[in-house]
């Protein structure tokens, strides 16, 4: 069964503090994505990965892929009370369709 | 460009009754997709439409059902509706093509009661 698991679920760090969320998964795929989700709101779409190795950055945050350990980072650098949300990774299993299984959700509080 | 829309964006039903949801692409994206979230089982895949054809379907039972239109708009239809369905529904589209590549737009969602 494909599994896409995110650690940690929930974290609360202190703003200008760096941290790691983590976005394991159980099947062979080169596509990831990384959303933000503010409570009561819908998604909004951070990053999109699509090769080994492939890493990209948007102000404070930065998403990487490494295919072969199947393993997808999100990091937050110097944290604000801003990035407060929900993340979610998704894996984009069946080539030529969307068909995105999501990750658990890492609830991320940032406290001033 | 408007962004996704959906429409109802809050509806209560009871139990067995029948419900439709609707989603609106961006104009010129072609996928649809449909997803139901719960705090219990997190974000799931309903299933994806391209050029009015279900391309991909998740496990869900049969009374989860849907249909896209030649102007890419696409409904979803729960019938016999259970405690369960209580959910949060959200529509994302794709202007990738049939390569699928790229990234999906989620509309606001449709929050589902039953009671």
């Known amino acids: 069964e494909l599994k896409v698991e995110q650690n940690p679920l929930f974290l609360s760090m202190q703003e200008g503090k760096n941290y790691t969320i983590y976005c394991n998964y159980s099947?062979?795929?080169?596509?990831l994505y990384w959303y933000r989700q503010d409570p009561g709101k819908s998604l909004e779409s951070l990053f999109v990965l699509l090769s080994n190795g492939a890493v990209k950055q948007e102000g404070r945050l930065m998403a990487s892929l490494d295919t072969k350990a199947r393993l997808s980072t999100l990091h937050i650098t110097a944290a604000v009370h801003d990035l407060s949300a929900t993340y979610f990774c998704?894996?984009?299993?069946?080539?030529?369709?969307?068909?995105?299984?999501f990750g658990t959700g890492t609830r991320l509080k940032v406290l001033a | 460009k408007a962004g996704v829309t959906q429409t109802p964006r809050y509806l209560i039903k009871t139990r067995g009754q029948q419900v439709t949801l609707s989603c609106s692409p961006i104009s010129g994206h072609r996928s649809v997709s449909w997803y139901q979230q719960t705090p219990g089982q997190g974000l799931q895949f309903l299933f994806e439409y391209f050029s009015e054809t279900q391309r991909n379907k998740g496990n869900f039972p049969g009374r989860f059902s849907g249909r896209q239109f030649s102007n890419s708009r696409s409904e979803m239809n729960v019938s016999t509706l259970e405690l369960g369905d209580s959910a949060l529904y959200l529509c994302?589209?794709?202007?990738?093509?049939?390569?699928?590549?790229?990234?999906?737009?989620f509309g606001p969602g449709t929050r589902l009661t039953v009671t």
């Open positions: 994302a589209s794709s202007s990738a093509g049939a390569g699928g590549i790229g990234e999906q737009y």
């Open positions: 998704a894996v984009d299993i069946e080539p030529g369709t969307y068909k995105y299984i």
């Open positions: 099947t062979t795929s080169d596509r």
